[in-house]
C-alpha cells in the first residue's frame, strides 16, 4: 500500500462540462466475463459492505479500465468516431493480446483502486488509441502524461475520514485477480445515476 489519505472526497460531484443526459465517447478496458475479475470485485464489495454508504461499490458490469475520451456526444461528429474506430484497428492489430494483473489495491482520495501490472502493454494499447484520435482529429484530447492503469472496485460517496476505509483493507488478504485483454472498446458513457454506465459503439481487436 502507498501513503493513505487522511481524507475522501466525492467523486461524484460534477465535474466541467458534465451534466445529467450527458453522453461522453471514450475508450475503456471492460471486463465482460473476466470471472477472475469478478471474484477480486466481490471480495471486495463484501469486505467494504459494513462501511455502509459512504462507498459506492461497483457492479461487475460497470467495472472498467479508463483509457482515453474523444468527447462529448452532439460535440463530436459520428463520422469522426467511426473514422477513429478505422484508424484504431490497424493499430491495435500490432500489439498481442495480453495478461493483465489487477491488484493489489490502493486508497485514493475518491476511490479504492487496483493498480494494473504490468502497464507497459496498457499504454501501449492508449498510446494506439491515441494515434488513431490524432489520425483523424489532429489533436488529441486529455494529456498523455499521468496515465496509471487502474480498475476501481469502490468510488468515495462523501466527503469524510480514510481512516475507516483504510483499517478494512489493512485487513485484507485478496488474491490478485488475472484479466486477458484481448480488446479495447469504444463506449458510450454516461453517470446520471453516481455510477459509470454505458452503452457499447465499437471493440476493435488486438492482435
Same mark, same amino acid.
Given at each position: 500500500?502507498?501513503? @493513505?489519505?487522511?481524507? #475522501?472526497?466525492?467523486? $461524484?460531484?460534477?465535474?466541467? +462540462? $458534465?451534466?445529467?443526459?450527458?453522453?461522453?465517447?471514450? $475508450?475503456?478496458?471492460?471486463?465482460?466475463? *473476466?470471472?477472475? !475479475?469478478?471474484?477480486?470485485?466481490?471480495?471486495?464489495?463484501?469486505?467494504?459492505?459494513?462501511?455502509?454508504?459512504?462507498?459506492?461499490?461497483?457492479?461487475? *458490469?460497470?467495472?472498467?479500465?479508463? #483509457? @482515453? +475520451?474523444? =468527447?462529448?456526444?452532439?460535440?463530436? &461528429?459520428? @463520422?469522426? !468516431?467511426?473514422?477513429?474506430?478505422?484508424?484504431?484497428?490497424?493499430?491495435?492489430?500490432? %500489439?498481442?493480446?495480453?495478461?493483465? @494483473?489487477? =491488484?493489489?489495491? !490502493?486508497?485514493?482520495?475518491?476511490?479504492?483502486?487496483?493498480? +494494473?501490472?504490468?502497464? +507497459?502493454? /496498457?499504454?501501449? !494499447?492508449?498510446?494506439? %488509441?491515441?494515434?488513431? %484520435?490524432?489520425?483523424?482529429?489532429?489533436?488529441?484530447?486529455? &494529456?498523455?502524461?499521468?496515465?496509471?492503469?487502474? /480498475?476501481?472496485?469502490?468510488?468515495?460517496?462523501?466527503?469524510?475520514?480514510?481512516?475507516?476505509?483504510? *483499517?478494512?483493507?489493512?485487513?485484507?488478504?485478496?488474491?490478485?485477480?488475472?484479466?486477458?485483454?484481448?480488446?479495447?472498446?469504444?463506449? /458510450?458513457?454516461?453517470?446520471?445515476? *453516481? #455510477?459509470?454506465? $454505458?452503452?457499447?459503439?465499437?471493440?476493435?481487436?488486438?492482435?
Amino acid at each position: 500500500m502507498t501513503t @493513505q489519505p487522511e481524507t #475522501m472526497r466525492n467523486h $461524484w460531484w460534477w465535474r466541467p +462540462g $458534465w451534466s445529467v443526459g450527458r453522453r461522453f465517447y471514450t $475508450w475503456h478496458l471492460t471486463f465482460e466475463s *473476466q470471472d477472475d !475479475v469478478h471474484r477480486l470485485a466481490a471480495e471486495y464489495r463484501s469486505a467494504l459492505a459494513p462501511l455502509g454508504d459512504i462507498l459506492t461499490p461497483i457492479p461487475d *458490469q460497470w467495472l472498467h479500465l479508463t #483509457m @482515453q +475520451g474523444i =468527447g462529448f456526444v452532439g460535440e463530436t &461528429k459520428e @463520422q469522426d !468516431v467511426h473514422a477513429i474506430v478505422d484508424a484504431a484497428h490497424p493499430r491495435l492489430a500490432a %500489439i498481442p493480446a495480453f495478461d493483465l @494483473q489487477i =491488484g493489489p489495491e !490502493v486508497l485514493d482520495p475518491e476511490a479504492v483502486l487496483l493498480h +494494473g501490472h504490468p502497464d +507497459g502493454p /496498457v499504454r501501449a !494499447v492508449r498510446n494506439a %488509441i491515441r494515434g488513431a %484520435i490524432g489520425d483523424v482529429l489532429g489533436e488529441v484530447p486529455e &494529456k498523455a502524461e499521468g496515465f496509471t492503469p487502474h /480498475v476501481s472496485v469502490a468510488y468515495s460517496a462523501g466527503d469524510g475520514p480514510a481512516e475507516p476505509i483504510a *483499517q478494512v483493507l489493512a485487513g485484507l488478504t485478496l488474491a490478485p485477480a488475472r484479466a486477458r485483454i484481448s480488446s479495447a472498446e469504444l463506449i /458510450v458513457i454516461h453517470r446520471d445515476n *453516481q #455510477m459509470y454506465e $454505458w452503452e457499447p459503439y465499437a471493440k476493435v481487436p488486438l492482435g
